[in-house]
């Protein structure tokens, strides 16, 4: 993390590339020309930051180099203090290491820092424990559930918020990595949208998930653009690990799989520019694209659209209370609940049929990703959400 810098005989921290270097966090002049920045965006009318690693800032460089570090929360309240605070602006942090009780610190009104964080602990389910993530573990819908309705329940919502997310530019698509991105790959893309986005938290959708795109797998390291991914083949090949394998692990977890221009149509580069891309589109762009979505009444685009009204027209998508059901391990159900109002959601989160038992008579669908009125089994990620008495 330490580079030599011959111009000045001097090493400088960074803990990404060698290109980022580490801001000084500790020197006040520093923090005031980032303040001077966010203002300077601020007065332009924007509605928000999203911050990166802010979990890291607090960190003293001369002892351990650790997430949140000692100075972390009072640089916050600084931050807030000298420039959002008191405005209507969004906020959210990106927290790898936040625990439901962290998170209560950066969003709780009462400590003026965050409005949310991003939190990261689902996004870890798929690698083995104490390694990197390049470490493939089996996907575990159990697991899945147990870590979902923790953070539904052990975060404070009268005092403090969460976000809701299955994808960003660091994650693989939720489609190819949990779901199925084949057969089922409009119906397992609902699936993850209607569960997600009827649990408690603000969610968010990342460019192509409301279209379903999916991971694009390359069979060289030369087809990488991604610098994470290209040091850990280097890396891992000097040890002696067959490049298949690693060609995989960069398949299944490689930033590039989300990074690729948005399929917009069937002309050259997927309609994303007439020049040339930073990285090649995937093939599937001939048939997965926005333009062919917005042709089809029942695509991934609807439900999100679905579940995007749903959201403004019912508070108890907002303000409801949560409680998970027993279920076998491959379905999630749970109850939202306001006042005399409940609802139930339930998804099946594997590619194979799932027993259920509806715990009460269906008043009406609200939505779901297959036609028909469910019954006692659930179909290959079958999921629905329902009124009940």
Do not use: C
Not at 136 to 150: E, I, R, S
Not at 189 to 207: C, D, E, N, W
Not at 363 to 382: C, F, M, R
Request: proline share 6%; net charge neutral.
């Amino acid at each position: 993390a330490w580079q030599y810098d011959a111009p000045t005989g001097q090493y400088y921290l960074h803990l990404f590339g060698k290109g980022q270097p580490d801001l000084n966090w500790a020197n006040p002049a520093v923090r005031q020309a980032i303040y001077r920045m966010m203002n300077f965006w601020i007065e332009k009318g924007i509605g928000g930051f999203r911050m990166d690693v802010i979990d890291l800032i607090g960190k003293n460089p001369d002892r351990e180099i650790r997430e949140n570090g000692p100075q972390l929360h009072p640089y916050l309240r600084e931050m807030n203090q000298a420039t959002f605070g008191g405005t209507d602006l969004m906020t959210v942090g990106e927290t790898w290491g936040a625990t439901p009780a962290i998170a209560q610190q950066y969003a709780d009104p009462r400590h003026h820092e965050l409005s949310m964080v991003f939190q990261f602990e689902a996004m870890q389910l798929d690698q083995q424990p104490g390694k990197e993530k390049w470490d493939l573990k089996a996907f575990d819908p159990a697991a899945l559930k147990q870590v979902l309705a923790k953070w539904q329940t052990q975060l404070d919502y009268a005092h403090g918020w969460n976000s809701l997310f299955w994808n960003n530019h660091d994650l693989p698509r939720i489609v190819s990595r949990w779901g199925d991105d084949g057969r089922y790959r409009e119906r397992s893309a609902k699936m993850f949208a209607i569960l997600l986005h009827l649990l408690r938290g603000t969610p968010y959708i990342y460019q192509g998930e409301e279209i379903g795109m999916t991971n694009t797998p390359v069979t060289d390291i030369a087809e990488v653009n991604d610098l994470e991914s290209r040091n850990m083949y280097q890396a891992r090949l000097a040890q002696g690990v067959p490049r298949a394998a690693l060609l995989h692990a960069i398949n299944v977890k490689g930033r590039d799989n989300a990074r690729r221009p948005l399929q917009w149509d069937t002309s050259a580069h997927a309609g994303f520019t007439t020049g040339t891309p930073w990285l090649g589109v995937n093939p599937n762009y001939k048939t997965l694209n926005v333009e062919a979505a917005l042709a089809a009444p029942e695509s991934v685009f609807y439900t999100y659209q679905q579940l995007i009204a749903l959201r403004h027209e019912h508070d108890i998508v907002v303000h409801g209370a949560f409680t998970l059901l027993a279920t076998v391990p491959g379905v999630m159900a749970y109850y939202r609940t306001l006042g005399t109002a409940r609802w139930l959601v339930v998804a099946n989160l594997t590619a194979t049929i799932q027993p259920f038992h509806l715990p009460a008579p269906l008043k009406q669908v609200l939505i779901t990703n297959l036609p028909g009125t469910p019954g006692e089994t659930l179909a290959p990620y079958q999921t629905f959400a329902a009124v009940i008495d």
